[in-house]
């Protein structure tokens, strides 16, 4: 670069190079933001999906006593497994 | 190794083979044999740990401790007061959510530099589209026409370089903006942008000319 706009062009870097930078304290803000969950964050979908296994959970082991009569989960189960398996 | 770097690494990794629950744990006897001395202070050291545990208070120092030097940085890439506080808020967010990521292996404030500069060259390439701010084309107009006059203060050349870089492409823009107003080495830029020191010599040299026809003809060369 060596023609007169260019060497304008330089001589303005070399004056925008003194140019101050403004002062600021971000800390606040930037603690803010870090507290909160992330736009797009999973927490609420993976809380349902947790509520949702646990309660679909509930219904096979109420149901499985039920239809066994075995107040005993584990034991209802291996009865109901016998009793359609067996023919 | 000097003892405070070692003592700031103990602090950090924590004692060579011994697991702690961090995922840096584990790292620690490749970390302690690759780590040149002098990179982590005693004080970074704790602040990271501690925020690793999760205490935003000593998050905050880092934040306060370094905010001055990122924000000079940003200084040189934002258009105004108010963009460089919210690149500066964004490389610190940026920052918490990588910072297991940070291993020591160079200063901290490099580490945070190399993610401004990629906070940085992200935003202009989501800016692409955006239509240009009118004050700052006239100055860049009136640089390209090359009307002589007074020199201008520093904002003003501030603003009239930032008008000019601005009409470039995001990856000029960057390799331009480190180049001139940071008068970074093309070594120096690779480390910054994570680019080989190649690549930031070819991208130079096609934005110089692209610079240069700009000035020239004031013809649109993004």
Redesign the interface.
Same mark, same amino acid.
């Given at each position: *670069?060596n023609d %007169? =706009?260019?060497k +304008?062009?330089?001589?303005? !870097?070399r004056? @925008? +190079? +003194? @140019?101050? %930078?403004?002062? *600021? $304290? !971000? /800390? $606040? @803000? !930037?603690?803010a +933001? =870090? /507290?909160r969950p992330?736009a797009g964050s999973l927490r609420p979908v993976a809380a349902l999906a947790s509520l949702s296994a646990v309660a679909a959970a509930a219904v096979i082991v109420l149901s499985v006593r039920a239809w066994s009569g075995f107040s005993d989960p584990m034991t209802g189960l291996l009865c109901s497994i016998d009793i359609v398996v067996t023919p | 190794m000097s003892t405070l770097a070692a003592d700031a690494r103990m602090i950090l990794w924590g004692p060579a083979g011994m697991p702690a629950g961090s995922p840096l744990f584990g790292q620690v006897d490749r970390e302690y044999a690759s780590v040149p001395a002098g990179y982590v202070s005693i004080e970074d050291a704790a602040d990271i740990r501690a925020s690793l545990d999760g205490d935003g208070q000593a998050y905050a120092r880092i934040v306060r401790r370094y905010q001055g030097e990122i924000g000079r940085y940003l200084w040189r890439f934002a258009r105004g007061a108010g963009e460089c506080e919210e690149l500066t808020q964004d490389v610190f967010v940026e920052a918490w959510f990588s910072l297991r990521s940070y291993r020591g292996r160079a200063a901290f404030s490099h580490w945070l530099r190399r993610i401004a500069t990629r906070v940085v060259y992200r935003r202009w390439k989501q800016q692409r589209a955006a239509r240009p701010d009118r004050r700052l084309q006239a100055a860049a107009s009136a640089l390209a026409a090359g009307q002589a006059g007074p020199p201008p203060d520093p904002g003003q050349a501030r603003d009239a370089v930032q008008a000019m870089l601005a009409r470039l492409g995001p990856r000029d823009r960057l390799v331009l903006t480190l180049m001139y107003l940071e008068e970074r080495t093309p070594r120096e830029i690779a480390a910054l942008t994570g680019w080989s020191v190649t690549m930031v010599k070819v991208q130079a040299h096609r934005a110089r000319g692209r610079l240069r026809r700009l000035l020239h003809a004031g013809e649109d060369v993004t």
């Open positions: *670069m %007169a =706009i260019e +304008r062009f330089l001589e303005l !870097v004056q @925008a +190079r +003194r @140019a101050a %930078a403004p002062e *600021m $304290d !971000v /800390s $606040d @803000a !930037v603690l +933001r =870090i /507290s992330p | -």
